[in-house]
């Protein structure tokens, strides 16, 4: 597979040190459902596909994990750094109003005007690679490789056809003639003309195809039995999507609470520096009246771009359902076609979050500005 030039090397540090060493410090997950062990689980995938498949799905699985949470990370850690430098800015601009050396003056205006071109370099350099576009192909390869051992029992027949190792982009037409009450509604098109992308997704496509291929002949050579151990393997990837979920959303929830506890104080902090202003003119003052409310809203805007609000809710609504379908159980002498539907449930609850990336972000990238 053609290599995807990525000229990003934080791949998501910024943010994370923000989100773990700040609004998560000292917290800890609690009642989390138990999750299979890798060993068990790579038994049971062994059994599938064989042991000369299983290390291409898990090398393919996992070159496309990493690559699609270092695309991520990139476009994540831009706004993280354009949100701390917008407030820094502000900050220094506070405090050269309020200093009184002409040597400091000089030494902040320098210091604000590297801010801002840290910040115009950054917006430039993140808009000028449509990460969204290789993160959404990416997402959708990864959730296909990790649902394909499940994904070859179903019955294709009634399957949607983007589970054919096909993704959602490959299936509009791009070149279609909207009619004018739609092609209003289209917006500006932000496609990747990268020709390396372009490739990168073709060879992705063939990956899938091929694998789509091999593993279906291991099916159809004992379709009762594969679909049996592959109901067994969807329990254990349900229960390790479960657990996923349900720490998912404690992590976004504690993050809102905490940004909302520090929203409030900042919003005191802010008030009492302006009254005090009032009757004692001092140059602290105004950096706090000034400076506060600035990385305040700077805080509101990287948890908006998170998304912690609507990801509570996805995560806590996909574990709710998760549980429901482990909870529904299949009986022993049940037919082949009982226990597919089954599998079809949750490969098709599996893969609904790319259909809500796609219906969430659309063209508007990974994150946008006001």
């Not at 195809?209 to 393997?233: K, P």
Request: a neutral charge; proline letters at 2%; glycine letters at 6%.
């Amino acid at each position: 597979m053609p290599s995807l030039d990525i000229r990003c090397r934080s791949a998501g540090r910024i943010r994370n040190f923000f989100r773990k060493r700040l609004l998560l410090a000292g917290w800890q997950a609690r009642e989390l459902p138990a999750a299979p062990s890798q060993e068990s689980s790579q038994s049971l995938l062994e059994k599938l596909t064989g042991r000369v498949l299983l290390q291409r799905v898990t090398s393919a699985l996992h070159e496309a994990d990493t690559l699609a949470q270092r695309i991520g990370g990139c476009a994540r850690d831009a706004y993280t750094v354009l949100y701390g430098c917008a407030a820094l800015a502000v900050l220094l601009a506070a405090w050269g109003v309020a200093s009184t050396s002409p040597s400091v003056k000089l030494m902040l205006a320098v210091a604000e005007l590297g801010t801002l071109i840290v910040l115009f370099l950054t917006y430039r350099n993140a808009h000028s690679v449509n990460w969204h576009e290789r993160w959404l192909g990416l997402r959708f390869h990864a959730e296909f490789l990790r649902c394909l051992p499940v994904l070859v029992a179903l019955n294709h027949d009634r399957s949607p056809l983007w589970l054919h190792g096909r993704s959602q982009a490959d299936l509009r037409d791009d070149h279609a003639v909207l009619p004018p009450h739609l092609a209003a509604l289209a917006g500006h098109h932000h496609a990747s003309e990268d020709a390396r992308a372009a490739a990168h997704e073709r060879a992705q496509h063939e990956v899938r195809t091929q694998l789509l291929g091999q593993m279906e002949g291991i099916c159809r050579d004992d379709e009762w039995t594969y679909t049996w151990t592959a109901l067994e393997y969807a329990r254990q990837l349900a229960r390790q999507q479960l657990r996923y979920h349900c720490r998912r959303a404690q992590e976004e929830q504690l993050i809102m609470h905490r940004v909302h506890a520090i929203s409030l104080v900042s919003f005191a902090a802010t008030i009492a520096a302006v009254m005090a202003h009032m009757v004692w003119h001092a140059a602290f003052l105004t950096m706090i009246s000034t400076g506060v409310p600035a990385f305040a809203a700077s805080l509101q805007g990287f948890t908006a771009q998170e998304e912690s609000e609507r990801l509570v809710a996805s995560s806590s609504s996909m574990a709710h359902r998760l549980d429901a379908w482990l909870n529904t159980g299949v009986d022993a002498d049940a037919e082949l076609a009982e226990v597919q539907e089954h599998l079809s449930n949750l490969v098709e609850l599996l893969m609904s979050e790319v259909h809500d990336w796609h219906r969430l972000f659309g063209e508007k990238g990974l994150y946008h500005l006001g």
